[in-house]
């Protein structure tokens, strides 16, 4: 079957951390690969994307490598702000797919102080 | 327009009573997606439609969850006889043909059930 699985949150860091938040995933068949944003009282908003193992998403300065050897799509960002606190959602879905749901993890909340 | 549009933003219902929801896809895009956000952060996914048919209803509890999107009408879902379980955030999201992405979420819909 297809699921995603992300690290468990709460995750809390001082500003200009450095972020990692892990995904992996089990696809049946070539998933795309992304991370949504939720920021507090919004709907998701696309943060990056990558349609093929190896490509990498990258924007606001968050970057994600989609890797097939490991099933892993982990997202990274060098140094933290306060205004990246949120909670982010990894998912799959398939291009062939279009009326399915994407399947997304469970979601990571992020908390950056200053 | 290029965005989701949900309402109410804020919906507060008795136990027993009705809770509609509503909400206005982007035009020209074929796919419309529900979910439901309860506590820790987790999407379940409700049911998708392809224009005016239900597309795929896996998620659906039966019982008391209707929706419905008709031609040159917003989409709705509808909880009759709400129960304290219900109370969540409800969103709606919607996608182009021919795609497996590209979807975009609207702001959503908080129910409490009181």
């Known amino acids: 079957g297809n699921s995603v699985t992300q690290m468990e949150g709460p995750v809390t860091l001082s500003e200009e951390a450095f972020l990692t938040i892990n995904c992996t995933y089990t696809?049946?068949?070539?998933?795309?690969l992304f991370w949504y944003v939720q920021y507090p009282g919004e709907g998701l908003q696309l943060l990056l994307k990558?349609?093929?193992?190896?490509d990498k998403g990258s924007n606001k300065g968050f970057e994600a490598t989609y890797r097939k050897e490991t099933t892993s799509f982990h997202l990274e960002k060098g140094s933290v702000q306060v205004s990246d606190s949120a909670v982010y959602f990894c998912a799959l879905s398939f291009s062939t797919s279009a009326g399915r749901s994407p399947f997304f993890g469970t979601g990571t909340s992020l908390t950056v102080i200053p | 327009g290029e965005e989701v549009a949900q309402t109410p933003k804020h919906l507060v219902r008795g136990e027993g009573q009705k809770a509609k929801l509503y909400c206005a896809p982007i035009k020209g895009h074929s796919y419309v997606f529900w979910y439901q956000q309860v506590l820790k952060n987790e999407f379940k996914f409700l049911i998708s439609f392809q224009n005016e048919n239900v597309f795929d209803e896996t998620g659906m509890p039966k019982e008391r969850f209707s929706a419905k999107c008709l031609p040159n009408s917003p989409c709705s879902l509808e909880i009759q006889a709400t129960k304290l379980e219900d109370s969540a955030v409800y969103f709606c999201?919607?996608?182009?043909?021919?795609?497996?992405?590209?979807?975009?979420f609207g702001s959503g819909t908080r129910l409490t059930v009181v």
């Open positions: 999201a919607s996608s182009p043909p021919l795609q497996g992405y590209g979807y975009t």
């Open positions: 696809a049946t068949g070539y998933p795309s």
């Open positions: 990558a349609t093929k193992a190896d």
